[in-house]
């Protein structure tokens, strides 16, 4: 292949798409919608296929306009509601006594045979060198459609000839979403065009939710490499090959739509933003879910992460995600997921995070004394229908001492997530804290004005037999002796690539993304004791979990 020609660029990655469960047929580009910024063809086929009912009672009403006034309707949503919502929920029609659902995710629980032949019946199809303007005759280089719906856009870029930047630029001045004095570009607009665009050349990934011209952010999307910017070398030549091998990765692809995605709102609850994970972060909350799987509940995890990494919402997935998690036998893995932090981030982004990522109202709760007394509302939460509770750390204690009564007495299971379990605090703040401790357990802080959520951690999850059905996970920006201690995982002889001479917490498996002088590096859960992977539906890079190192990303 002649690698500098950006033409055979989008022929791998289309051939690759093709051959791994998308639809590519060349020249089906010329039977776009671009007034509607629609493939007609998938999405009267999904509905079709899908809800042959729906269809027929749609045909009833409006005879041989039928498939018109269903693409016109589904228009007019997207335009008012936003793709993100649409696909979620779909659309009213006239005779139709619910919402016309336009895609099928997979459902937390996913036993139901009906929605299992829904979901593979998914449509996912990119199209090259699209002509998507109203006003002229410019293209985009790759579009990416589920049931005919456009979801991502893309612009390609071969470091032979140009760089990432060149993609960006392209975006930001030559695919302006509202031209002066001209009607908006329907592809293009946020929030009802499509839901992500990628800048991407051979070595590098960026990424945007919003068009804005020259105003547009960029965000990196890439995995790392061994502590720098940019991505490890792929044996296809090209470095950023996982975004379609394993991000577009049919499964994980629907996943993202249907699960990351999230509507950010504003003071009014009106939508302000649409934010879509970035790589450390998707691969982290994954790799964080299959380890707690194949554990079972018990066990502690330790996520490090540093500024500008997107920690608030790394938690507010991971919350959410363990909230919905069930085991191969169908059965719920935590009956609820407790979420501990200080009052300052509660009462601020965390709590507008977890309940922006709340997609059926009532399932979080916050601990705060509004409605009576706290130890009140505790018991009412942890053994009510609240999937996710959030407390302070000053809480933390009698919420512990709640969780490990139910867990013995009730056989139930609980995740706890600290946040910042390395931060001090003092004065007032400390005296609070060291409130909450028994006499012996103050001695043993020593002297010092300080005291962190480590000391009220470490004094109140000492081991104990009775936390078998309780998982810890720590997020942390420095983890201390006393966090490694507290949270690492030692060596386990009986697992594969343990490390049977040491007895030491293990060491971290670092991931870090963009540009060092604004680098976001995780830490995935302190497992270094045999190799983790993303479900088995999802492509794997084995190899990346044998040798784990403190700065090494995932190969």
């Not at 071969?158 to 960006?168: L, M, N, S, Y």
């Not at 500008?308 to 790394?314: E, L, N, R, Y």
């Not at 363990?322 to 407790?338: P, R, W």
């Not at 933390?396 to 379990?421: C, M, N, S």
Request: aromatic share 8%; glycine share 8%; hydrophobic share 35%.
């Amino acid at each position: 292949m002649t690698i500098h020609k950006e033409i055979a660029f989008e022929d791998e990655i289309c051939e690759h798409l093709g051959a791994h469960g998308w639809v590519y047929v060349e020249g089906d580009a010329s039977r776009y919608d671009r007034a509607r910024a629609l493939f007609p063809d998938d999405v009267l086929a999904w509905v079709q296929s899908t809800q042959p009912a729906a269809w027929e009672a749609v045909e009833k009403n409006h005879g041989t306009a039928a498939g018109e006034t269903l693409l016109d309707r589904l228009r007019d949503s997207l335009d008012q509601r936003g793709t993100l919502d649409v696909l979620r929920h779909g659309i009213d029609m006239l005779g139709l006594k619910g919402k016309l659902p336009l895609a099928q995710f997979k459902p937390a629980l996913g036993i139901n045979p009906e929605i299992r032949d829904r979901y593979e019946q998914n449509r996912l199809r990119v199209l090259r060198q699209v002509r998507y303007s109203l006003h002229n005759e410019n293209s985009i280089d790759l579009v990416l459609f589920l049931n005919g719906i456009p979801v991502a856009t893309v612009e390609l870029k071969t470091d032979f000839t140009q760089r990432v930047g060149d993609a960006i630029d392209q975006y930001r001045y030559d695919r302006d979403p509202r031209p002066k004095g001209r009607a908006a570009e329907p592809l293009l607009t946020w929030p009802s065009g499509a839901l992500v665009h990628f800048a991407i050349s051979n070595s590098d990934v960026f990424m945007t939710t919003r068009l804005a011209g020259a105003a547009t952010h960029f965000l990196p999307f890439n995995r790392g490499d061994a502590g720098a910017a940019g991505n490890p070398p792929h044996p296809s030549g090209h470095r950023t090959a996982y975004l379609w091998e394993e991000v577009w990765q049919r499964d994980s692809w629907l996943e993202i739509l249907g699960r990351y995605l999230v509507g950010e709102k504003d003071d009014k609850r009106m939508l302000k933003a649409t934010i879509f994970p970035r790589y450390h972060q998707l691969d982290s909350t994954r790799r964080l879910q299959a380890a707690v799987l194949d554990d079972g509940p018990g066990r502690k995890y330790l996520i490090q992460h540093s500024a500008g990494s997107g920690k608030t919402k790394t938690i507010a997935w991971t919350a959410h995600f363990f909230a919905d998690l069930h085991t191969a036998a169908h059965e719920k893995l935590f009956d609820t997921v407790l979420v501990v932090s200080d009052r300052t981030v509660i009462d601020g982004q965390l709590q507008d995070a977890l309940f922006d990522f709340e997609r059926t109202t009532g399932v979080v709760a916050k601990i705060s004394g509004d409605r009576g007394s706290k130890s009140g509302e505790l018991a009412e939460a942890l053994s009510g229908d609240k999937k996710i509770v959030v407390c302070t750390i000053q809480t933390f204690p009698h919420a512990l001492k709640a969780v490990r009564e139910l867990a013995a007495t009730k056989g139930k299971t609980f995740a706890v997530i600290a946040d910042e379990a390395h931060s001090s605090q003092a004065g007032e703040a400390a005296a609070k804290l060291k409130a909450v401790l028994s006499a012996e357990e103050l001695a043993e802080l020593g002297d010092g004005g300080e005291v962190s959520m480590d000391d009220v951690l470490a004094a109140q999850m000492t081991a104990r037999a009775d936390d078998a059905g309780i998982t810890f996970v720590a997020f942390t920006a420095t983890p201390k002796t006393k966090t490694l201690e507290l949270f690492g995982t030692r060596p386990d002889p009986t697992r594969r690539g343990s490390r049977p001479k040491t007895t030491c917490p293990s060491r971290f498996t670092s991931i870090r993304c963009g540009r060092r002088s604004r680098r976001a590096s995780f830490s995935t859960c302190s497992r270094t004791t045999r190799p983790t992977s993303w479900p088995s539906s999802w492509p794997t890079r084995a190899a990346s979990w044998t040798t784990p190192r403190s700065n090494a990303p995932p190969r």
